[in-house]
């Protein structure tokens, strides 16, 4: 079992190249609005990804705002990703999951962004 796994992540990892490639291999996870600006929710969101990846907190990033506006913060090789947008009455935050579903990270990384809403 234990080469299955990290396998499985080489394999992953090769899919998906960019946040564009994330946002579209499994799809939008869920949504989430928060009161604050975009990038104080996505520096926040940040933050609490670090704190999950509390070993190497170096493999959590945060881009600048696209052409879009949107900050995207993922982990490496685009696990996870949460896309994070100004709108009339703070920001919209929306999950992509492409990470493991056996170990709980998912709730984590979620937990991470309700924290920050």
């Known amino acids: 079992m234990k080469k299955i796994i990290p396998l499985s992540i080489i394999l992953l990892s090769g899919c998906m190249s960019s946040v ?17 600006s975009a990038d104080v929710t996505a520096t926040c ?10 070993a190497d ?6 881009t ?7 900050y995207s913060v993922y982990a490496a090789s685009f696990l996870y990703l949460a896309d994070v947008k100004d709108d009339i009455k703070g920001s919209s ?5 492409n990470g493991d579903r056996l170990w709980g990270t998912k709730e984590k990384m979620i937990q991470g962004i309700k ?3």
Request: glycine letters at 4%; aromatic letters at 16%; a positive charge.
């Open 64 to 70: 600048k705002p696209d052409n879009n506006g949107i």
């Open 45 to 54: 969101i940040k933050t609490k990804w670090q704190d999950v990846y509390a």
């Open 20 to 36: 564009q490639d994330a946002r579209e291999y499994n799809g939008q996870d869920s949504s989430y609005h928060s009161r604050y």
């Open 115 to 117: 924290s920050c809403l």
């Open 57 to 62: 907190p170096s493999k959590i990033w945060l």
């Open 93 to 97: 935050v929306t999950y992509y999951n």
